[in-house]
């Protein structure tokens, strides 16, 4: 286990310096870059500079004076950290990179209460070009792994701790802190693995005050703990929004995009979000998913010499529909089912296709129209929750219960994500991370099954086998794909570099009639929040006067730059 930890913190920290240069690629990425050192200046938002055109920046917003990134604290919290350690922002996913992988050994091994099986599940996560991906990125996705697998650890110590009362009410305590995290890093996500949990734990209940009243206090008192840290970390949120806009219940969202929201109907989404849509995305994200998770799909990644094969790489780099090739890394789920459940398997099987035919219900229904109605589409998603949380009803089996849990968190993400208007296959299947945990669950258990039945060494032979050549075969050349991703490769802050006077601070005029933010994305990301940083980046375009930036900074060198949409021109050397 500490070999796979120490190999995921490993592949974190050398992809992240060979692929993303640990900077920025993403609009995303900026603005988490953004709130993080605002946080580690000691505030939650800056005031607006002036021009504030001149210093724009995507998903960072102007308001009433006010400059504040939009997204929730969580992970720009966790970044605070990396900034505070000498601005070494990749080490905090590659720390939670490690981490990762040993809440999921220990999820497993509570659950299954076999070694083998839990090295496996984690070997998976360790090894998942998925998580690969994004421990090397600076996205918040491998933290919310990270709090989501301690959530599902913390609610099993909670119930089946047998030190007592008081340990239960610890683990409530870390139960809470983990989905509070989990609230204010990936809000959405965080609602996609309560869900289950809370139905779990009210059935759970209930069964006490029917059986005896007088157990029901220290049986509740570990769910109330955590309800209230829950609670308690989530009102950042609108503590956060107050502080932005001086109303706690603004959607910081809507301030960059308007449509940019959970929910059906007009409003939501570029023109209108549908259950139609909605279905149209996952499916897409699915078909990448099903080779991204593992790394196993029909035909092979490369080609002869070793590079990714054309139609693959436009489609990681500038698609978002139909994975061209046929993904294979599910196909163990199915037995995984089986191993979890065993006789009983067909009846989740069956389970299954109801909660599919439901989902197709509105598609088949007259002419399909239904699949376009705003209301219709929430029915259909209280009901596949429903569908999600109803077998808890009636399974009573230690077991059996949790091994649905788990299997639910996966189901849950994908119905969550339903209601939102956008898929996300750039940096892979991103809304479907925290998923990855189920899945390498649900993998691993027919192969350990297999293991007692076969030789062992042949198996796990094999099994490593196959780990290595989807690392070397599919990871690395998959990970690797993004190198230079909309034009963050270093080579712009190196050229500065070379042109500067390292004695002076520096602030480099982009001048362009049309800028866009790919042109000089490198420098945002070294510009601070503060605007005291060694290297400053301004845009110059109409209606932004170059002498109110210069007067802003009368005693720095200055730079100057020309831009055309995502291209940027050197002037030479002084």
């Known amino acids: 286990m500490l070999g796979l930890m120490l190999f995921a ?5 050398v992809m992240s310096r060979t692929v993303f240069e640990r900077m920025p690629h993403l609009e995303d990425e900026l603005a988490y870059v953004f709130q993080a050192r605002t946080l580690a200046g000691g505030q939650l938002v800056v005031e607006s500079p002036q021009p504030q055109a001149a210093f724009w920046q995507p998903f960072v917003v102007d308001r009433d004076g006010t400059r504040f990134g939009k997204y929730t604290l969580g992970w720009p919290a966790h970044l605070t950290l990396g900034e505070w350690l000498g601005g070494q922002l990749w080490f905090i996913n590659a720390a939670f990179s490690a981490l990762a992988v040993g ?66 009410l610890l683990w409530g305590v870390v139960a809470g802190v983990a989905m509070g995290l989990l609230v204010i890093t990936r809000p959405a996500t965080a609602l996609a693995v309560a869900i289950p949990f809370a139905a779990y734990s009210a059935i759970r209940l209930l069964r006490i005050l029917l059986r005896a009243r007088r157990t029901l206090i220290p049986a509740a008192a570990p769910l109330v703990a955590l309800t209230a840290v829950t609670l308690l970390f989530a009102l950042l949120i609108p503590v956060y929004n107050y502080a932005a806009t001086g109303d706690a219940r603004q959607n910081l ?16 989404g570029r023109n209108g979000h549908t259950l139609e849509k909605g279905v149209r995305h996952m499916r897409f994200d699915l078909s990448l998913t099903a080779a991204d998770l593992f790394g196993w799909q029909a035909e092979p990644l490369t080609d002869a010499t070793g590079a990714v094969r054309a139609p693959l790489t436009d489609h990681f780099l500038n698609q978002a ?95 969550v994500q339903l209601t939102y208007w956008i898929g996300s296959q750039r940096y892979s299947t991103r809304y479907y991370y925290e998923g990855v945990l189920s899945a ?56 500065i570099q070379a042109l500067r006077d390292p004695a002076r601070e520096t602030l480099v005029l982009v001048t362009g009639d049309d800028v866009r933010w790919r042109s000089y994305g490198e420098l945002m990301a070294i510009t601070s929040p503060y605007l005291d940083s060694p290297i400053v980046a301004a845009r110059i375009t109409p209606g932004i006067s170059r002498e109110d930036v210069l007067a802003r900074f009368p005693d720095r060198e200055v730079i100057d730059l020309t831009a055309q949409e995502n291209t940027i021109f050197f002037p030479e050397p002084p």
Not at 258 to 264: A, L, M, Q, S
């Open 9 to 13: 913190f490993a592949c974190s920290a």
């Open 103 to 168: 809440v999921t050994f220990r999820v497993t091994l509570q659950v299954f209460s076999k070694y083998d099986i839990s090295v496996a599940a984690a070997a998976l996560v360790a090894f998942s070009p998925m998580a690969l991906l994004l421990n090397a990125s600076l996205m918040g996705h491998t933290v919310a792994l990270f709090w989501t697998g301690l959530f599902i650890s913390a609610c099993h110590s909670l119930e089946y701790d047998r030190r007592g009362g008081r340990k239960r």
């Open 253 to 268: 969202y809507t301030l960059v995009w308007e449509y940019d929201r959970i929910g059906f109907g007009p409003g939501y």
């Open 321 to 415: 529909d139909y994975y061209p090739v046929v993904g294979l890394s599910w196909v163990l789920l199915p037995l995984g089912f089986l191993v979890a459940f065993g006789r009983r398997s067909w009846a989740y099987f069956l389970w299954g296709l109801i909660g599919l035919a439901w989902l197709a219900l509105p598609f088949h229904l007259g002419d399909g129209s239904l699949s376009r109605n705003p209301d219709i589409a929430w029915i259909i998603i209280f009901g596949l929750m429903a569908w999600v949380c109803a077998p808890l009803l009636v399974l009573g089996d230690r077991r059996a219960t949790w091994s649905w849990l788990i299997a639910a968190v996966a189901l849950s993400l994908i119905i």
């Open 440 to 495: 390498a669950i649900f993998t691993a258990l027919p192969i350990a099954w297999l293991a007692r039945r076969v030789p062992r060494g042949l198996v796990y032979g094999a099994f490593a086998a196959v780990l290595a050549l989807s690392f070397f075969g599919y990871a690395v050349p998959r990970v690797g794909v993004l190198r230079g991703f909309n034009l963050m490769d270093g080579a712009l802050v190196a050229q």
